[in-house]
């Protein structure tokens, strides 16, 4: 049962629009959204995260935000920049449980 | 600033053979630990994790274990490796409270063959 879901493998974007990854979750109980970066062959780099008492969260130009009704969650990253290619992951946990449940993740390409 | 080192970087096994990978982070005291595993076009799967020093907790069955001998050191192991535990393997980190971001090491790449 695949609790956090990344629909799209692959997106695809020109340098200076905007980028949108998308990430579903069906557990209600989540109330801690990450996302994270990862390059090939590196471990992931922490972007940002939002809490469930929050439907917005920014920082410079990542932006994410939590739709808890539709359980659903998009990071948004404007201007998409060619260094900001890589795949990004959507990761939730709840309480304090430690475990994060990760999506498969999303490959961004960002097209000078 | 809190830094986290895993090691090696890549490793070439047989079946059968035994496993140790390394992960020791700095500048942090009582950090939560954790080992996952990225297989081939999946996610990240927590294997296990530490609250403490010889506390350890197991989230998936298997043929791996982990060992926490000091405050900032993890290991994870294996007495006979099989093809399947070939993967991504990444230890990361969280403040002792557990609630906060976890952050990830470098990772060791390892294919058994």
């Known amino acids: 049962d695949q609790q956090v879901k990344q629909n799209s493998p692959s997106l695809s974007v020109q340098e200076g629009r905007i980028s949108i990854l998308n990430c579903d979750y069906t557990?209600?109980?989540?109330?801690?959204f990450l996302w994270y970066k990862k390059y090939p062959a590196e471990g992931p780099t922490f972007l940002i995260s939002?809490?469930?008492?929050?439907d917005k969260n920014e920082d410079g130009r990542f932006t994410v935000f939590l739709n808890k009704s539709a359980k659903h969650l998009s990071l948004h990253i404007v201007p998409s920049q060619p260094g900001d290619s890589a795949v990004y992951f959507c990761?939730?946990?709840?309480?304090?449980?430690?475990?994060?449940?990760f999506g498969k993740g999303t490959l961004l390409t960002v097209n000078p | 600033s809190q830094t986290i080192h895993q090691w090696p970087a890549t490793l070439v096994q047989p079946v059968g053979s035994p496993l140790s990978l390394e992960c020791t982070v700095e500048?942090?005291?009582?950090?939560?630990l954790y080992w996952y595993r990225q297989a081939a076009g999946r996610g990240l799967q927590l294997l296990f994790y530490?609250?403490?020093?010889?506390?350890i907790s197991s989230e998936v069955p298997q043929n791996l274990s982990a060992s926490r001998p000091q405050d900032r050191q993890f290991i994870l192991s294996s007495k006979k490796l099989l093809l399947s535990d070939s993967g991504f393997y990444l230890c990361?980190?969280?403040?002792?409270?557990?609630?906060?971001?976890?952050?990830f090491g470098p990772g060791t790449r390892l294919l058994v063959l």
């Open positions: 990361a980190w969280s403040v002792e409270s557990g609630t906060e971001t976890q952050y």
């Open positions: 557990n209600s109980m989540f109330d801690y």
């Open positions: 939002i809490s469930s008492i929050k």
């Open positions: 990761a939730a946990k709840y309480g304090s449980n430690y475990k994060l449940t």
């Open positions: 500048g942090t005291s009582n950090p939560n």
């Open positions: 530490s609250v403490g020093i010889g506390q």
